[in-house]
Structures are given as structure tokens and as C-alpha cells.
């Protein structure tokens, strides 16, 4: 069977050995967000929609878990915001009913919890894992470049009321750009909200892929740091970045033929997103889900220039 909504699995830096289920087309989001590794969102949306048909995505699901491989966590997530997606509730409790001894986890930007059709959908999942980089409404605007019609304090008290219905665990995570949401009074605002919201871990993130603005830096070791001592709550931690070659997924079988015809492309010629489109055939989101395969097996160098981003893969 080749897998349209399946990636990986690959090495989360946050969930260890985790696959991808993409339920949302290349690149529907409620955001834009500066640092978003999957470039410009091309359709900024806030209304949920079934993209595709539940049953396709249940089907791959079924199929690929039919070989009981090692996983950590079967993670929603993608090149855009799952919960957008009006079959998550459906696929969650289907893996919690058939397939119970998988953890399950959805990577959110959190923009949809003050929706209780969406709170209900994830009631069910392990983890849930929210993002708020800011809770200053022209910070907020400036990172994310939302949808019309979402505040900032609407997504908190979407959080904060996800916090209250839900049983699982909230990782709440805060994308830090220097100099953008590190000052004091940002700081403050965040440990308000964070206070307000109640999460099990606070998980301070940076850019680890070139982000789509070339200005977003990401934060060092000392930065982070620094942002967690000022914060100054339990619970903080900073995502640790992934030592490559330390993982061996279990590729996909029907990708694994495409997966090294790019490999051997980025080892003999650095290429951008769209030459590996051309020189391969393979579509977009086909070729965003091969790089990330392949950031989990390989060593692989990104280099931003004029013409886009290039890939590499020393021999
Ligand atoms: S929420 Fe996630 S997918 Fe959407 S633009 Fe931001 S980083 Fe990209």
C-alpha cells in the first residue's frame, strides 16, 4: 500500500521514535508563522473541514500497524494544523479502540480548543502538545499571523479549558525567537497565562530548520536558559536537539525506493524543494515527507540561499 497520510517514523525531539499522520492538505493552517518549517501557508483558514476520507487515512493506519513496529507515539501533526481536520476525533478513538497499546499525540498550534467540537475530539488522545509563543497580542501577530478573527486571549482560554476537561497531559510548548518574545515584560506575560493554563511540562523550543523568515534566529543553549531562569516555574525544560544517525527508522516499505532516489540526489548534488520535485516527479508534500524520513536516518545540511533552501547529504 503506499501511504499518502503516514510519514516517518521519525525522531521527534520531543516524542522520540513518533509517526506522522497528516490529515490536512499542503499547507492549511490557522497560522503563518515566521519559524514554520514547511514555508508560507498558502490557505489560512479557521474552518474545520474533512479533507480527505476518513476511511483512506484509516486504512493506512490499519495497514501499517498491522506489523506491530516500535513506536513511541503516533503523533497528528504535518505540514499544517490537524485539528483543522474534522476526522482527528474519528482516528484517535479508533487507534485508543483498536490499537490501545500505541500512545497517541497531537501536535497543535491550539488556535481551535476554544472550539468544544475540537476539545471533544482530543479528549482521548495521551498527549496533547499546544504552542503559545506570546501573550501579547502585537507579538502574538507578528509570530504567527493568524487567521482573522483570533486573539490571543481566545486561544488561552481555549487552552485553559481544554486544561480543565482533559485528563491526559498538556506539554505546552514556547517557540522562543531572540529578541522578539525574550524581554521581561513578554516573560511575564507568558508566566501569567502559564499559570493560568496548568500544563504538566512547559517545553521551550527553537529553530532547528531554516523557518520561513530568514530574520527568525534560532535561541543558544545560554539563551534558553536564560528565558527559563526568568520565567522562573517548575516544570521547564528546553528541547534537546536530535543527534543525527541515532536513530533507525522503519521506513515506510513502499516510500523506501523513493527515499533513496532523493538521498542519492542530495548526496551527489545539493537541491532545492522544487529541483527535487523536477528531477524526482514526486508532488510537494510527497517530497516534505521523504526529507523528513530522511533528516531522521541521515546527517542532512540545509543552506539558505537565493534561489531557496538547498538540501544536501554528505556521501
Ligand atoms: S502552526 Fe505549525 S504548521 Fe502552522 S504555520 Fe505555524 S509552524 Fe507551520
Redesign the pocket.
Known amino acids: 500500500m503506499r501511504y499518502s497520510h503516514l510519514f516517518g517514523p521519525v525522531l521527534s525531539r520531543r516524542l522520540g521514535r513518533s509517526l506522522g499522520v497528516d490529515l490536512v492538505p499542503f499547507?492549511v493552517?490557522?497560522?503563518?508563522?515566521v519559524?514554520?518549517?514547511?514555508g508560507d501557508?498558502t490557505k489560512v483558514v479557521l474552518e474545520r473541514e474533512e479533507f480527505f476520507p476518513v476511511e483512506e487515512v484509516l486504512d493506512e493506519l490499519e495497514d501499517y500497524l498491522s506489523r506491530s513496529p516500535v513506536l513511541d507515539y503516533i503523533t497528528f501533526s504535518g505540514?499544517?494544523?490537524p485539528t483543522l481536520s474534522l476526522s482527528i476525533g474519528m482516528c484517535i478513538r479508533y487507534l485508543k479502540e483498536r490499537l490501545p497499546s500505541y500512545r497517541v499525540a497531537v501536535l497543535t498550534?491550539g488556535t481551535l480548543l476554544w472550539k468544544e467540537d475540537v476539545r471533544r475530539d482530543l479528549l482521548e488522545a495521551d498527549i496533547v502538545l499546544p504552542?503559545l509563543s506570546s501573550a501579547i497580542e502585537e507579538t502574538y501577530r507578528r509570530i504567527?499571523r493568524p487567521a482573522p478573527g483570533l486573539p490571543v486571549e481566545l486561544i488561552i482560554a481555549g487552552i485553559e479549558q481544554f486544561r480543565k476537561d482533559y485528563t491526559g497531559e498538556i506539554w505546552l510548548e514556547i517557540f522562543i525567537i531572540p529578541g522578539i518574545n525574550t524581554t521581561k515584560t513578554e516573560l511575564e506575560a507568558l508566566r501569567k497565562a502559564i499559570r493560568q493554563i496548568h500544563p504538566d511540562r512547559v517545553q521551550l523550543n527553537t529553530l532547528d530548520r531554516p523557518g520561513?523568515e530568514s530574520w527568525v534566529r534560532p535561541a543558544s543553549p545560554g539563551e534558553l536558559r536564560k528565558v527559563r531562569d526568568m520565567l522562573g516555574l517548575a516544570g521547564v525544560e528546553s528541547v534537546e536537539p536530535v543527534i543525527p544517525g541515532s536513530f533507525r527508522c522503519i521506513p515506510v516499505p513502499e516510500w523506501t525506493d523513493s527515499v533513496m532516489m532523493v538521498h542519492d540526489l542530495l548526496q551527489k548534488r545539493p537541491s532545492t524543494l522544487e529541483d527535487i520535485i523536477d528531477v524526482t516527479g514526486l508532488n510537494r508534500r510527497e517530497v516534505l515527507k521523504i526529507l523528513r524520513v530522511i533528516g531522521a536516518r541521515f546527517p542532512v545540511t540545509e543552506k539558505k540561499e537565493e534561489r531557496g533552501i538547498f538540501y544536501s547529504c554528505p556521501p
Open positions: 499547507k493552517c490557522s497560522f503563518d508563522c519559524y514554520c518549517e514547511c501557508t505540514s499544517g494544523e498550534n504552542t504567527h520561513t
